[in-house]
């Protein structure tokens, strides 16, 4: 990654912002999280300060992955629906301006998707869709080997089209259905209604606070509950990457993010919903795997993208 000892990487998401100091070899050696806040731009300087400091002459560059629509030519968040106060900002501009070295921006899971295949589960396969599930759903898609330089925003792919609207402006959109996010508000609208759950036990009583693992623990107890409401966002997700396998034929369908702790549940559930509707002859040929990077690809694939991309 150029003379430089170090890159850092940027993972700015809708819940969450994390920033790593990466070598050249592509390993993490230091990084730092925190929530992002009504004020993410500031969160943001705060965590690069936190790992540039004392690394100031040794560091190339900085690669962003911005969850959202991401005009990466020239550093331009868009629009984010999970982060909207970085709709409109130059992103690029501003990191480079305050700490004067090279800066990449480029879309959270196309971050992740070149993290895979520079140094994860998709090193050795020629083409596949890389899933980004968390707050969000996003994806990447690497063709021929090389990343593909599109939106693919296939969190926004309509799979209801009388389903509820989307802060992307959208209806029915898969994130609305299978997401972190969709997963909470589900599970708080059915306890809100006096659904049965020991979920109402969690956060002293107060489930408004439910996170997405709470869910999981409840269902890892057997609470039908929990278990029903990740089963069905499972087979959302599974609508979804069949949809995929069906336009695409990937060699290779490789999920990440938060909600993989879920596996048994939620994503077995996609799988069976996906073996059912994709074309069998190419879901024969289709792997379904887990990332090897897990969190760091977004991280270690912007970081990547730093010495792989023209200015």
Same mark, same amino acid.
């Given at each position: 990654?150029? +003379?430089?000892?170090?890159?850092?990487?940027?993972?700015?998401?809708?819940? #969450?912002?994390?920033?790593? %100091?990466?070598?050249? #070899? $592509?390993?993490?050696?230091?990084?730092?999280?925190?929530?992002?806040?009504?004020?993410?731009?500031?969160?943001?300087?705060?965590?690069?300060?936190?790992?540039?400091?004392?690394?100031?002459?040794?560091?190339?560059?900085?690669?962003? &992955?911005?969850?959202? %629509?991401?005009?990466?030519? +020239?550093?331009?968040?868009?629009?984010?629906?999970?982060?909207?106060?970085?709709?409109?900002?130059? %992103?690029?501009?501003?990191?480079?301006?305050?700490?004067?070295?090279?800066?990449?921006?480029?879309?959270?899971?196309?971050?992740?998707?070149? /993290?895979?295949?520079?140094?994860?589960?998709?090193?050795?396969?020629?083409?596949?869709?890389?899933?980004?599930?968390?707050?969000?759903? /996003?994806?990447?898609?690497?063709?021929?080997?090389?990343?593909?330089?599109?939106? &693919?925003?296939?969190?926004?792919?309509?799979?209801?089209?009388?389903?509820?609207?989307?802060?992307?402006?959208?209806? $029915?959109?898969?994130?609305?259905?299978?997401?972190?996010?969709?997963?909470?508000?589900?599970?708080?609208?059915? %306890?809100?209604?006096?659904?049965?759950?020991?979920?109402?036990?969690?956060?002293? /009583? +107060?489930?408004?606070?439910?996170? &997405?693992?709470?869910?999981?623990?409840?269902?890892?107890?057997?609470?039908?509950?929990?278990?029903?409401?990740?089963?069905?966002?499972?087979?959302?997700?599974?609508?979804?990457?069949?949809?995929?396998?069906?336009?695409?034929?990937?060699?290779?369908?490789?999920?990440?993010?938060?909600?993989?702790?879920?596996?048994?549940?939620?994503?077995?559930?996609?799988?069976?919903?996906?073996?059912?509707?994709?074309?069998?002859?190419?879901? $024969?040929?289709?792997?379904?795997?887990? *990332?090897?990077? /897990?969190?760091? &690809?977004?991280?270690?694939?912007?970081?990547?993208?730093? *010495?792989?991309? +023209?200015?």
């Amino acid at each position: 990654m150029s +003379n430089n000892k170090y890159v850092i990487g940027v993972d700015l998401g809708g819940t #969450n912002i994390r920033v790593a %100091l990466v070598d050249k #070899n $592509g390993k993490v050696v230091n990084k730092a999280k925190m929530p992002a806040g009504e004020d993410p731009l500031s969160v943001l300087f705060k965590l690069l300060e936190s790992v540039y400091a004392g690394n100031a002459q040794e560091v190339a560059g900085i690669g962003i &992955a911005v969850a959202g %629509l991401i005009d990466s030519e +020239n550093g331009v968040v868009m629009r984010s629906p999970n982060v909207p106060k970085l709709d409109g900002v130059n %992103l690029k501009s501003e990191i480079a301006d305050r700490y004067k070295v090279r800066v990449v921006v480029e879309n959270d899971a196309n971050a992740a998707a070149y /993290g895979e295949k520079s140094s994860g589960a998709g090193k050795d396969v020629e083409n596949f869709v890389m899933f980004t599930l968390g707050t969000g759903i /996003g994806t990447g898609i690497v063709l021929h080997d090389k990343l593909l330089p599109v939106a &693919a925003e296939i969190g926004h792919m309509t799979i209801n089209a009388d389903g509820p609207q989307c802060p992307c402006g959208n209806v $029915g959109c898969l994130e609305l259905y299978a997401s972190a996010t969709a997963i909470i508000s589900r599970t708080i609208v059915e %306890l809100e209604k006096g659904t049965s759950s020991i979920l109402k036990d969690f956060n002293n /009583g +107060n489930f408004y606070k439910v996170k &997405a693992k709470d869910i999981y623990n409840a269902a890892l107890e057997g609470d039908p509950l929990a278990r029903n409401i990740l089963r069905e966002a499972g087979k959302s997700l599974g609508l979804g990457i069949a949809n995929i396998i069906n336009i695409m034929s990937p060699d290779a369908i490789i999920l990440t993010g938060g909600l993989m702790g879920a596996w048994n549940i939620y994503i077995e559930s996609a799988i069976k919903e996906a073996s059912k509707r994709a074309l069998k002859e190419l879901y $024969g040929k289709v792997r379904i795997i887990a *990332s090897t990077l /897990g969190d760091d &690809a977004g991280l270690i694939g912007a970081a990547h993208l730093i *010495s792989n991309r +023209n200015a």
